[in-house]
């Protein structure tokens, strides 16, 4: 199969996973066939400094024509004095909308091998196996009026959604389920938001063209505890926006490190994103410390979702799976015993299996 793949390293140690996600993605063209063909551009604060813009036009139309987008990380504290609208999250939040990225799929799945690295029990991590299916092109985000008033005594928010962003999502929440083990856990605070009961409203009326599905709701803040006290509980969980983000970065204590958490972000017409969960991590920038295992399972993501290259998505979460049993890891992973190697070693051994 022919492939085009647009490549947005980014900020802080994005550049270094985007390298182990590419060299992977070589490594799977090589040994299945595949003509996988690639091109980068700037997004974040890369193209601040190139650019005068976090998201440049070049960019965009790039990653419009591409068949998958793999995305780095964007962000650091040398742009984080500028104004909102020149952030470097801004050229992230742009893409997923200009792309419609609507659907953010994150699974938390915690490794054999990893499980002491994780602060919960080992009992309590050991059978966590869940999907966060995060909104991410509306709610609070991105709702307008958002502002200072009286003299920036005042401060406002939005959180809008429309009828069709919830039903989309809902959607792609129950069609995810129903490959797995088919049970919707729909997170909202419909004791206090508006949005939330519309959110429940919808879920409540699409349950009856999922039969095979079973679905609760469950409070945000109460979701919140049981994620680290019964992790196992949850197989997908739907959400808002800002809800997902929060939630998803908390499950990451059970893979033992923010490090270990892929994501796919799909729009309708299935052309995807993909994305480690972290950030550009400013701290261990350049010192090729950076896990790649993030990326590298994003890659599988990419090759399953977007490819339907699902032996080759398989074979690539085997070799991570390998690695791992060999003992080797980076240092972000907290455990005693093992070997733990630079990022781009580990990303080496990775392409080996
Ligand atoms: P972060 O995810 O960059 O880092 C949090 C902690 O986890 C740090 O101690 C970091 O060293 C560690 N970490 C993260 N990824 C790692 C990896 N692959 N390997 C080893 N350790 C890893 O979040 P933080 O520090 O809050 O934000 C840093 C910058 O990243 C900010 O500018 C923020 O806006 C931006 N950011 C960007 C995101 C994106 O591009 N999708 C998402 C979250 C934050
Ligand atoms: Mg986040």
Redesign the pocket.
């Known amino acids: 199969m022919e492939k085009h793949i647009v490549l947005l390293p980014?900020?802080?140690?994005?550049p270094e996973?985007t390298k182990a996600a590419k060299n992977v993605l070589q490594a799977i063209a090589d040994r299945y066939h595949h003509s996988f063909t690639f091109e980068s551009h700037d997004i974040?604060g890369a193209a601040i400094d190139h650019h005068e813009t976090p998201l440049p036009e070049d960019t965009v139309k790039a990653a419009k024509k591409a068949d998958a987008i793999f995305?780095?990380?964007?962000?650091?504290?040398k742009?984080?004095q500028l104004p909102g609208h020149m952030r470097?999250?801004k050229g992230?939040l742009g893409i997923r909308k200009q792309l419609g990225l609507f659907a953010n799929l994150r699974p938390v799945k915690a490794f054999q091998q990893l499980l002491h690295a994780s602060p919960l029990k080992q009992e309590v991590v050991a059978a966590s196996d869940l999907l966060i299916v995060r909104e991410l092109t509306g709610g609070l985000y991105f709702g307008e009026p958002r502002e200072r008033r009286n003299n920036g005594k005042t401060v406002v928010d939005t959180l809008a959604y429309e009828r069709s962003e919830i039903e989309r999502i809902v959607d792609q929440a129950f069609q995810s389920a129903q490959v797995r083990r088919k049970h919707v856990t729909s997170v909202d605070k419909a004791n206090v938001l508006e949005s939330s009961r519309l959110w429940r409203e919808v879920v409540e009326e699409k349950k009856h063209q999922y039969p095979d599905v079973t679905v609760e709701h469950m409070l945000v803040d109460a979701a919140a505890m049981k994620l680290v006290t019964n992790p196992a509980y949850f197989d997908v969980i739907v959400t808002e926006n800002m809800f997902g983000d929060i939630l998803s970065d908390e499950a990451s204590v059970l893979t033992g490190?923010?490090?270990m958490l892929p994501s796919a972000s799909l729009n309708e017409r299935g052309v995807g994103l993909y994305?480690?969960?972290?950030?550009?991590?400013?701290?261990?920038a350049g010192q090729d410390?950076?896990?790649?295992l993030?990326?590298i399972l994003s890659v599988a993501m990419m090759l399953k979702h977007s490819f339907g290259m699902e032996e080759e998505a398989e074979q690539l979460e085997a070799a991570v799976q390998e690695v791992l049993d060999e003992g080797y890891h980076?240092?972000?992973i907290d455990l005693v015993g093992g070997t733990v190697v630079s990022?781009s070693e580990l990303a080496r051994r990775v392409v080996d299996q």
Do not use: F, M, Q, Y
Request: hydrophobic share 35%.
């Open positions: 980014g900020d802080g140690i994005g996973v974040g995305l780095g990380a964007v962000g650091g504290p742009w984080d470097p999250e992230l490190s923010l490090g994305e480690p969960v972290h950030g550009s991590a400013p701290d261990i410390k950076a896990n790649p993030a990326s980076t240092a972000d990022g």
